[in-house]
């Protein structure tokens, strides 16, 4: 759990980022993480390059353009909690102990 010197809290789960895998850019916009954004808008720049040249070999499309984004959208689920977390720490939250948890919690 993440919080804030004015109150606001964030509870963030360790593990994969789903969300980040399925819609890594609009998870990022969400979020506010500029650099994951502008990353992502690569990775849907080459998906786009990669469609025009299916389009000029006629090769099944599904051959080139899957890869190319898929490998954003892994990177995403990997390191999308990550990334959050340390925007978060850079924000001003810092991470709350376990007992002042249970402290705050009784």
């Not at 954004?37 to 990669?50: K, V």
Request: hydrophobic share 50%; charged share 15%.
């Amino acid at each position: 759990m993440l919080v804030h010197p004015n109150g606001k809290s964030r509870r963030i789960k360790r593990g994969f980022c789903w969300l980040g895998f399925l819609l890594p850019t609009l998870w990022a916009i969400s979020e506010g993480l500029w650099r994951p954004f502008a990353f992502s808008l690569l990775g849907y720049y080459l998906y786009t390059r990669a469609f025009d040249f299916v389009n000029d070999l006629q090769i099944p499309a599904l051959a080139l353009l899957w890869p190319s984004y898929f490998v954003v959208m892994v990177i995403f689920g990997a390191f999308g909690k990550k990334w959050l977390v340390n925007d978060l720490l850079a924000h001003g939250y810092r991470d709350v102990p376990l007992e002042e948890k249970t402290n705050t919690l009784v």
